[in-house]
């Protein structure tokens, strides 16, 4: 048995990373890197300080418990990409040509703060759940010559 590839190993990082949300729903780890070296990561999750999803309940559930639909505004937690970049801002991290591999692909908001940051590439394990806002991001992405792609284990 060999060593992993880097696409193996950043994504068993970033596995381990999404464990620490406390979202109801959605468990996403980002890390951003540059060549082989890991910069920094985050995860998705409401603001420090703040009541996590799992003590209080999810602000996106009705009363009955059913899920609301995306879009809906109630979340309280921010994106995983969103956490990453304010932690590299926290510390000064220039994050300009990096790569990044996430749990799940990004959702429209976040590849438009992406671009405008000068990422390299989008690397993900799971699609994101809205189709028509994943076709956005791969059209915007390939207008703007970022790689864009999924890793798909066996």
């Not at 468990?27 to 999803?53: S, W």
Request: charge should be positive; charged fraction near 30%.
């Amino acid at each position: 048995m060999g060593r992993p590839s880097w696409d193996k190993t950043r994504l068993d990082l970033v596995r381990t990373i999404s464990k620490r949300s406390v979202c109801k729903h959605y468990k996403v780890g980002v890390l951003f890197y540059r060549g082989k070296k890991p910069i920094v990561f985050g995860y998705n999750g409401p603001p420090v300080g703040e009541p996590h999803c799992v003590e209080v309940g999810c602000a996106k559930e009705d009363e009955k418990g059913n899920k609301l639909p995306a879009g809906s505004g109630k979340c309280r937690g921010a994106h995983a990409e969103m956490n990453a970049i304010t932690n590299a801002a926290l510390e000064g991290i220039n994050l300009k040509n990096c790569g990044i591999i996430c749990t799940f692909s990004p959702c429209y908001p976040c590849a438009k703060e992406l671009i405008n940051l000068g990422i390299s590439e989008f690397v993900y394990e799971i699609p994101y759940d809205d189709e028509r806002e994943s076709c956005l991001v791969k059209e915007l992405f390939e207008r703007r010559g970022i790689i864009l792609r999924q890793i798909k284990e066996g």
